[in-house]
């Protein structure tokens, strides 16, 4: 029989990609989240033994982030209830650069369920479907990058990694650390961004004690702590080097930004 495969986070911008390329390759697919059923909360562990019920690999993309306060407890949690389960084979998105992420990976890496580690760079995709699309009809991105580059990851190709993980041979206890193949600034990215759209996008780098008082003003001071110590992390310059992760697990290189966002304007993301 095939294995059945569940996706935690179906319906974000990595699940949702999995769970569609699983799909289309013919796997049996159970998509969990907060409004499925069987629903997985991240936030209710009394769930998470129904929700894994028959399930022989797994996919999970931790909400908010895995550099978040408590989200080592959750994987601990989550690896032990998928051993209980039955699971096979665990597949995490992590984030490079990101202290609390790796703490996560070795609770993993270390616990009975066999697992892979796909950790991603910034995603291209946030500009086009994430946080910073609204940037794109303001015409002003503001973060607190400074002059950093960022090697930025289509979502698409960490979909790719992920699904060659879950249904492939060889991959238990690797480490996948996927980029795109060019590191750019923000800057860079705003005149990108400007070409392909043709719309006037200007980089503005900020202070983290302004970026968290946007951000506070819009979604809360939980969520702007979270992000402004995130950033304040990872824009240090710990992340500025591309890898061979995509090619490691695929064979092929990885989309560079300038692909994706052309596809994603022909596709009408800032319509």
Known sequence: MSPTIAVIGSTGKTGRRVADLLDSRGHIVRRLARDTNPAFDWERP???AAALHGV??????????????GSDVAITRLAQVAHEAGVQRIVLLSGRGEDGARRCED???DAHVPATIVRA???TQNFTEGVLR???FTGVLALPARSIR??????DDIAA???EALTGEGHEGRVYEVTGPELLTFAEMATMLSEITEREITYLPVGFDDFHAAVAAEQ????ATLLTELCREVFDGRNESTTDGVTEALGRPPRDARAVLTEAAAAGAWT
């Open 107 to 109: 609770i993993l890496l």
């Open 56 to 69: 022989d690999r797994l996919y999970a993309a931790y909400v908010p982030d895995l550099a978040a306060p």
């Open 150 to 155: 960022e090697p930025f990851i289509d979502v």
């Open 220 to 223: 809360g001071p939980e969520v």
């Open 46 to 48: 009394d769930q998470w």
């Open 121 to 123: 760079s910034w995603f």
């Open 161 to 163: 990694v992920a699904v």
């Open 134 to 136: 609204d940037a794109v």
